[in-house]
């Protein structure tokens, strides 16, 4: 191990080193100022990517650096090793997916905890991970917020100093709607949005999870926000569409849809990325998010049904909320209001390093 009061390199040979690094990251002056969730949170992210470098390749590095620039600091770590390679980059980096017998969370895991995420990796010639995560935030200057909106688009919403408010339809004769939106620590503004619009003879739910984090964040929700105010419908494979075709060249979104049809209660789903969504009453239902990106790596769409009933709930979430716990907690005070239910959820479950959201619909024909 090497080290200075802004960079670190630990070389990697045994899961001993790997402990040891995690450790010392907790009180390095690397993250000095960071408070004590983003200095765990870094340990984890060291301790994943020293993991998967002594589990697949036996030997290789791990640099942390510090980056400031005004009132902000930034922590970049470099994993490198000279390993096997993956052959499957896009498969490895599903949750659950491993080829060395775990869990297989450690690489989707990072990502989520960071603000940029690139892996390199080739069969026979190793593999480089390199993250940034901020640490210390300041406030968002209002200039800064001027030139964000310039990727907007004309008369969107200015983004707040505040969490925004999920945008909500008043409650109807067949339903009632809540929902609950908490930025990720150490920022004032939120990528997670909660929508809902009637239209089309029934009602139209959204939850948005923009990548990263912070102002950059918000700005890609407001201008999902926009999109789906404005060209909002029934039709739930042309409105991902468009989301996916308005984030193009940006860092991009997970994104899921439902389409609730009145009075019948038939419902149509549609997700996109690290978004979830399940049916809690009269039958068992998980909604099936595929795997990608909007505005770079989208998959093709695949449309899920189902049918609402009396009481039921219909819960719509982003992965600031852990997949389980979320619906079991929400089946557990389903009695409730759904204003308190979203609540809820987001006070026991929300990640601290994460945005998080959910929109609670209870149907009541």
Request: with cysteine; hydrophobic share 40%.
């Amino acid at each position: 191990m090497s080290a200075g009061d802004d960079e670190i390199l630990f070389r990697l040979s045994a899961s001993v080193d790997v402990v040891a690094a995690a450790l010392q990251m907790t009180r390095h002056a690397v993250l000095r100022g960071a408070s004590a969730t983003e200095r765990s949170l870094v340990a984890t992210i060291v301790s994943e990517l020293g993991s998967n470098i002594v589990k697949y390749a036996r030997r290789g590095t791990l640099c942390v650096s510090r980056r400031e620039r005004d009132c902000d600091v930034d922590v970049e770590i470099l994993a490198e090793d000279d390993g096997p390679g993956i052959a499957d980059v896009e498969r490895a980096m599903r949750d659950h997916f491993s080829t060395g017998g775990t869990l297989g969370l450690g690489l989707p895991g990072v990502r989520r905890m960071v603000d940029r995420f690139e892996l390199t990796s080739a069969p026979g010639e190793g593999t480089k991970v390199f993250v940034r995560k901020r640490v210390v935030s300041a406030p968002a200057p209002e200039d800064a917020i001027a030139d964000l909106r310039s990727f907007l688009p004309k008369d969107a919403p200015r983004p707040s100093a505040s969490v925004r408010a999920p945008k909500l339809v008043a409650g109807g004769d067949h339903w009632e709607i809540g929902a609950r939106l908490r930025h990720c620590e150490g920022h004032a503004v939120s990528g997670d949005r909660a929508l809902s619009l009637h239209c089309g003879g029934g009602l139209l739910l959204g939850i948005v999870d923009a990548s990263g984090h912070g102002p950059t964040a918000d700005v890609l929700a407001s201008r999902l926000e926009e999109v789906f105010m404005h060209e909002g419908s029934g039709d739930l494979s042309r409105l991902m569409l468009r989301f996916d075709e308005t984030l193009r060249g940006t860092n991009g979104a997970a994104a899921a849809l439902a389409f609730v049809d009145e009075p019948g209660g038939a419902f149509r789903y549609l997700g996109v990325g690290n978004t979830r969504a399940a049916q809690i009453g009269s039958r068992s239902w998980r909604g099936i998010s595929r795997d990608g990106v909007l505005g770079g790596r989208a998959p093709r769409h695949a449309l899920q049904t189902g049918t609402l009933e009396g009481g039921d709930l219909l819960v719509l979430w982003t992965d600031g909320l852990p997949e389980a716990g979320c619906a079991s907690l929400a089946r557990a005070i389903s009695y409730r209001p759904v204003s308190e239910i979203a609540a809820t959820l987001i006070e026991q479950l929300a990640r601290p390093y994460d945005d998080a959201g959910c929109l609670v619909l209870r149907w009541l024909a």
